[in-house]
Structures are given as structure tokens and as C-alpha cells.
């Protein structure tokens, strides 16, 4: 069975320093990572993919199999990323999505 | 285009009553999921609708279930509400060929007293 962890439930940094929210999965195939953001009083929307291998206001996550980790990171954390992030996996052709229980992340100026 | 909509946003209910939601895909999405977030957990995947058909479900027991219309529009109905079914009930929608890209709704927040 797949599943995703997401250790912290509450994250605090100051303005401008970097930002790490750990991600763990358990999947014995190859699965298919997503970060997903709810900023306050909006609905759940897509910030990226690992597929993609892209940059989304400044954030990136790696898929590191080895580690079964998609940890997101970002350099300098600004106060508008003050949001509740969740890891979610997908696998294959399951087509359905297994979410972490989410990291509220709070940027303090 | 008004993205992925559901109705009604809040509902209360009592135990043992039945409930519906409704949900309308984003435009040019033809797959519907739903999914159930109770307090401070993620989203826990209930099923997925594609061509009118339940195509992948959840550990989810039989009193959940649903249906997909010809328009694509979805809904979630729940049989004999237990109070552990308070939640929020979020749909969300992608098109079958998009890599399961998935756009979420407001979701519906239901109460069961």
C-alpha cells in the first residue's frame, strides 16, 4: 500500500531564510510525486510536479528514490508562502491521489 | 471559466440521515474524484468517475456512493451518516489525458450531529 508522510505538522521561519518541508513515501513502484498548496481561504491547487522538474515561485523538489523523499525547498522565504503544503503521490496508473496529513508552514517576518 | 464548483458549501445533517453533493468539472475535464479531508489530516481519496463509471475507489465502505452524468458533473452520496462523517468533502476534476493533473473545488463542509 502507498503512503505519504510529511513529519512536520507546523513549520516557522523567518523571512528571507531557507525553507525546507521533508516529504516521505512508501511505494513499491514508481510513483509519481505532486506538492499541493492551500494558501488561507482558497481552494487546494497544484504547485509542482516532479516530472516536470521545475521551478514554482522559487520552490523545487527532487525525487530521491534511494531516500523515497520529495522534500520541497526553497532559498528565501517570503511571507506570502505562509500556506498549508501537502505532499501527494500517485501511483501509476491508479490514477488516484494519496496525500500527506499536510505542514503548515508560517513565515515570520 | 469558473473552475471546479460544488454545492451546497456547508450542510448539517443528523445521524442515520442521507446526504448529497454535487460537483461540476472544470471545463474540458471529463474525470471527477472525490475525497474526504477530515480535521487536520489530507485528503483521503473516496473514488474517481470516468465515463459515467466508478473507475477507481477507495477504502471506503458502501454507504458511499456516487454517479458522473453525461455532462461530466459528479455527485457524492452518503447513506446512513455516521457522526465520524463530519468532513469536508472536496471534488476535484483532470481530463483523462492531462497525467492526472487534478484541480480541487471549495469543497462542501458537512456536519453530522
Known amino acids: 500500500a502507498q503512503r505519504v508522510t510529511q513529519p512536520e505538522k507546523l513549520l516557522s521561519v523567518f523571512k528571507g531564510a531557507p525553507v525546507e518541508l521533508k516529504c516521505n513515501y512508501s511505494y513499491s513502484g514508481s510513483p509519481e510525486l505532486f506538492w499541493y498548496v492551500q494558501y488561507s481561504r482558497q481552494r487546494l491547487q497544484l504547485l509542482l510536479r516532479?516530472?516536470s522538474r521545475e521551478s514554482i515561485k522559487g520552490f523545487t523538489a527532487d525525487l530521491n528514490k534511494g531516500e523515497t523523499s520529495f522534500h520541497l525547498k526553497k532559498p528565501f522565504a517570503q511571507e506570502e508562502d505562509s500556506a498549508m503544503y501537502y505532499c501527494a503521490l500517485n501511483s501509476g496508473s491508479a490514477r488516484q491521489l494519496t496525500f500527506g496529513s499536510g505542514t503548515q508552514l508560517t513565515v515570520l517576518p | 471559466d469558473a473552475g471546479v464548483t460544488q454545492s451546497p458549501t456547508h450542510l448539517i445533517k443528523t445521524r442515520g440521515q442521507q446526504v448529497t453533493l454535487r460537483c461540476s468539472p472544470k471545463s474540458g475535464h471529463d474525470t471527477v474524484s472525490w475525497y474526504q479531508q477530515a480535521l487536520g489530516q489530507g485528503p483521503q481519496f473516496i473514488f474517481q468517475?470516468?465515463?459515467?463509471?466508478?473507475?477507481q475507489r477507495g477504502n471506503f465502505p458502501d454507504r458511499f456512493s456516487g454517479h458522473q452524468f453525461p455532462n461530466y458533473s459528479s455527485e457524492l452520496n452518503v447513506n446512513a451518516l455516521l457522526l465520524g462523517d463530519s468532513a469536508l468533502y472536496l471534488c476535484?476534476?483532470?481530463?483523462?489525458?492531462?497525467?492526472?493533473?487534478?484541480?480541487f473545488g471549495a469543497g462542501t463542509r458537512l456536519s453530522v450531529l
Open positions: 476535484a476534476s483532470s481530463f483523462a489525458g492531462s497525467k492526472n493533473i487534478q484541480y
Open positions: 468517475y470516468y465515463e459515467e463509471e466508478e473507475r
Open positions: 516532479h516530472i
